[in-house]
């Protein structure tokens, strides 16, 4: 069955620091999602990304989940292998806000 989970997260904490992207905190991200798959036994992507709102802008990173064939499984777990890495994302860089998209959903998790 065809499902798809994508994480959005920034690398600037709160809505004031003057963080630009690091090449570090790719690595960071990196090394989060590739701890969960080594002991977890799955597959994801990762990639830069830049965000646009008003007042303002920021790098992050863009992860992407699916029900890949070798690693099958239910979308219910892939929403919480989602939710499980954004949050893990959210905490690490001090996010406000991580917006996960799901194949038949979007979720914001907030600090508040």
Request: aromatic share 12%; proline share 4%; with cysteine.
């Amino acid at each position: 069955e065809t499902f798809n989970a994508t994480i959005y997260c920034g690398f600037k904490p709160g809505y004031k620091s003057m963080v630009k992207f690091s090449e570090d905190c790719l690595l960071e991200a990196e090394a989060i999602c590739q701890k969960y798959c080594d002991e977890n036994g799955y597959g994801l992507t990762i990639e830069p990304t830049r965000f646009i709102y008003k007042d303002g802008n920021e790098d992050g990173v863009k992860v992407g989940l699916i029900n890949y064939p070798r690693f099958p499984r239910k979308p219910i777990e892939i929403k919480n292998i989602a939710l499980f890495l954004a949050n893990e994302l959210k905490e690490h860089f001090k996010q406000e806000r991580v917006s996960i998209v799901f194949t038949d959903e979007t979720i914001m998790l907030g600090s508040k």
